[in-house]
T-cell receptor
């Protein structure tokens, strides 16, 4: 079945440092979505990437979708303590009827030290 | 309104109890999902309902029984659970559009934190 690998599992940074998490799918994706889950919270949708090579920015966050639509990354510039949480990528398989089934990466737990 | 409401927020139950989790959305979404999430793990899909019909059951044990009474409501009935079923149970919804049934982004509820004693 489809698998989405996400690295690193943990990342500790000093406030102000940059952070990147990477996702790689075993199969071509229709789209990839990114979610953030704060400690004790629930996943909150951040962004969806659909097109090959797509790059989207949200303030200090930059999201990229690979040319082959199998990999993606999230980069945060100058982290702040409010960035703390777990970042998940979730891929929607290409082709066929997926019924919206997302395959989640394992998540990257980000800790920001002030 | 992009809210998915789940009740209760917390639930403690014994292994012989029967309880239900509830989920409600008023965004007009026609796909609804149940996920189970353990600590430090990603959400794990359990069930998907599309147009009030069960379209995916990820081989979930029969002690979990989903129900979709109408397009706004989703229930998860629990019976004879095991301690290892303790987890955060998340509900999500998404729109479906187009002739090819394209599923949109998922909006998650805050979850029910379940403890089975």
């Amino acid at each position: 079945g489809q698998q989405v690998m996400q690295i690193p599992q943990y990342q500790h940074v000093q406030e102000g440092e940059d952070f990147t998490t990477y996702c790689n799918s075993s199969t071509t994706l229709s789209n990839i979505q990114w979610y953030k889950q704060r400690p004790g919270g629930h996943p909150v949708f951040l962004i969806q990437l659909v097109k090959s090579g797509e790059v989207k920015k949200q303030k200090r966050l930059t999201f990229q979708f690979g040319e082959a639509k199998k990999n993606s990354c999230l980069h945060i510039t100058a982290t702040q303590t409010t960035d703390v949480g777990t970042y998940f990528c979730a891929g929607l398989a290409a082709g066929g009827t997926s019924y919206g089934k997302l395959t989640f990466g394992q998540g990257t737990i980000l800790t920001v030290h002030p | 309104d992009t809210e998915v409401t789940q009740t209760p927020k917390h639930l403690v139950m014994g292994m012989t109890n029967k309880k239900s989790l509830k989920c409600e959305q008023h965004m007009g979404h026609r796909a609804m999902y149940w996920y189970k999430q353990k600590a430090k793990k990603p959400p794990e899909l359990m069930f998907v309902y599309s147009y009030e019909k069960l379209s995916i059951n990820e081989s979930v044990p029969s002690r979990f029984s989903p129900e979709c009474p109408n397009s706004s409501l989703l229930n998860l009935h629990l019976h004879a659970l095991q301690p290892e079923d303790s987890a955060l149970y998340l509900c999500a919804s998404s729109p479906i559009w187009g002739d090819r049934g394209m599923y949109g982004i998922q909006y998650f509820g805050a979850g029910t934190r379940l403890s089975v004693l």
